[in-house]
T-cell receptor
Framework: DAGITQSPRHKVTETGTPVTLRCHQT?????MYWYRQDPGHGLRLIHYSYGVKDTDKGEVSDGYSVSRSKTEDFLLTLESATSSQTSVYFC????????????FGSGTRLTVV | GENVEQHPSTLSVQEGDSAVIKCTYSDSASNYFPWYKQELGKRPQLIIDIRSNVGEKKDQRIAVTLNKTAKHFSLHITETQPEDSAVYFCAASPNSGNTPLVFGKGTRLSVIA
């Protein structure tokens, strides 16, 4: 496989509840990213990490937080889910920050009702 | 920040014809330009990339060209086949590679048999 797994693959949750998505890698890559994909918007960066406990915001970070306590795991938390956060979420990893060698996970389809 | 525009948003071609997808970027310091293919329900996967010191790169039926002066790059697919049907994303690495990839909004390519 690609060395990156996301869980869960599908989730339905209610408005106002917290949700955590997990990205796990076995490649020991330094850089990890969370993107969301919506029709007509392509892939938009939510947050990214450049090392354990080192994270930064992306283009659409409002309402999301992340944590990286181990090299292999990058967690995305929706603090209080809203319907506008219904989306497909992709995690990605790379060797270099400039994107060379980007590998995406299989995605998590999140529905907020 | 970097802005990547991608055109067209949808493209239909007859099997065997060529397809061209164009992207423009705004950050003149961008130096890496990958293209990703996403089949229905799957993860985006890298199909070809080009760095700013190269004008053209080919890999079998696909090629990418880069015009740094005009700040645009294009994906060319020749002798299209039904399995080329997918969404294609361009991306650029702004700030000389010191910030994550910025993606275009995607082009849905349909190859009609």
């Amino acid at each position: 496989d690609a060395g990156i797994t996301q869980s869960p693959r599908h989730k339905v949750t209610e408005t106002g509840t917290p949700v955590t998505l997990r990205c796990h890698q076995t490649e020991n890559h330094r850089y990890m990213y969370w993107y969301r994909q919506d029709p007509g918007h392509g892939l938009r960066l939510i947050h990214y990490s450049y090392g354990v406990k080192d994270t930064d915001k992306g283009e659409v970070s409002d309402g999301y937080s992340v944590s990286r306590s181990k090299t292999e795991d990058f967690l995305l938390t929706l603090e209080s889910a809203t319907s506008s956060q219904t989306s497909v979420y992709f995690c990605a990893i790379s060797v270099f920050l400039d994107g060379y060698g980007y590998t995406f996970g299989s995605g998590t389809r999140l529905t907020v009702v | 920040g970097e802005n990547v525009e991608q055109h067209p948003s949808t493209l239909s071609v007859q099997e065997g014809d060529s397809a061209v997808i164009k992207c423009t970027y705004s950050d003149s310091a961008s130096n890496y330009f990958p293209w990703y293919k996403q089949e229905l329900g799957k993860r985006p996967q890298l199909i070809i990339d080009i760095r700013s010191n190269v004008g053209e790169k080919k890999d079998q039926r696909i090629a990418v060209t880069l015009n740094k002066t005009a700040k645009h790059f294009s994906l060319h697919i020749t002798e299209t086949q039904p399995e080329d049907s997918a969404v294609y994303f361009c991306a650029a690495s702004p700030n000389s590679g010191n910030t994550p990839l910025v993606f275009g909004k995607g082009t849905r390519l349909s190859v009609i048999a």
